[in-house]
């Protein structure tokens, strides 16, 4: 009889069951045809397969970061667009309840504008709203919820503009309770369709983009009366 050392050397070259004391398994594919291979078990990835891996995750990155970035400004500019309907609300209030004027500090015309503006955003800022407000201007290194405000110089109109982080673009809300043919230093560029009474939502981008934003409206800005466009 063979010692079951001698058969195990026989079930290897044969490719039959090995049985060594308690345990017994199947050989691997190395053994099976003579190579050497300790541990068996162990047996890795090649070098081809991680290159495919890597491959394929390079492929998805390259189609999923641009697609997150571009959902990424469009969010902001929702945000931006979301900001301004929100300070128009507000401003159509304070509007009602100043007799149907946005002249807050009494007087209107050219002389009056500027106390004019700096009270109505004085005005919104105490309203209540988690917003800011500014006179000024404003930029995506700010926060997105600061606004820019400026009124038509007979008390009838009022602009509110906003930047978007990302894209840069400025966004505007005017609205006007009568045509503003002649509304004052705000109203310079605002084209014809957007001097007609009503409410009026536009957006200004240039190359390269904005770095801020203002209530005077730039040349080249362009209204809708539906809402605001992409």
Not at 63 to 71: E, M, R
Not at 120 to 134: A, N, P, Y
Not at 142 to 161: E, P, R, Y
């Amino acid at each position: 009889m063979q010692n079951w050392w001698s058969d195990s050397e026989e079930a290897r070259s044969s490719g039959s069951t090995i049985e060594r004391g308690w345990r017994s398994r199947t050989p691997s594919r190395f053994e099976s045809v003579g190579v050497p291979c300790r541990p068996c078990s162990d047996e890795g990835f090649t070098l081809i397969e991680l290159m495919v891996v890597l491959l394929i995750l390079a492929i998805l990155l390259a189609i999923a970061i641009p697609t997150f970035l571009g959902v990424t400004k469009s969010a902001n500019d929702r945000a931006a667009q979301s900001n301004l309907n929100t300070a128009l609300v507000t401003a159509k209030s304070i509007f009602q309840t100043n007799s149907q004027s946005y002249a807050l500090a009494g007087g209107v015309g050219a002389a009056s504008l500027t106390a004019n503006n700096a009270a109505l955003v004085g005005s919104l800022t105490t309203s209540g709203t988690s917003l800011s407000f500014t006179t000024g201007t404003v930029s995506a290194g700010l926060a997105q919820s600061t606004i820019s405000v400026g009124i038509a110089q007979d008390g009838n109109g009022v602009i509110l503009a906003s930047q978007a982080k990302g894209t840069n673009s400025c966004w505007y809300v005017i609205d006007n309770a009568v045509a503003e043919s002649s509304g004052g230093t705000n109203y310079a560029n605002v084209p014809s369709n957007a001097q007609a009474a009503g409410t009026w939502y536009g957006k200004y981008t240039s190359s390269p983009a904005p770095t801020s934003c203002t209530a005077v409206v730039p040349s080249g800005t362009v209204f809708h009366a539906s809402g605001f466009a992409q």
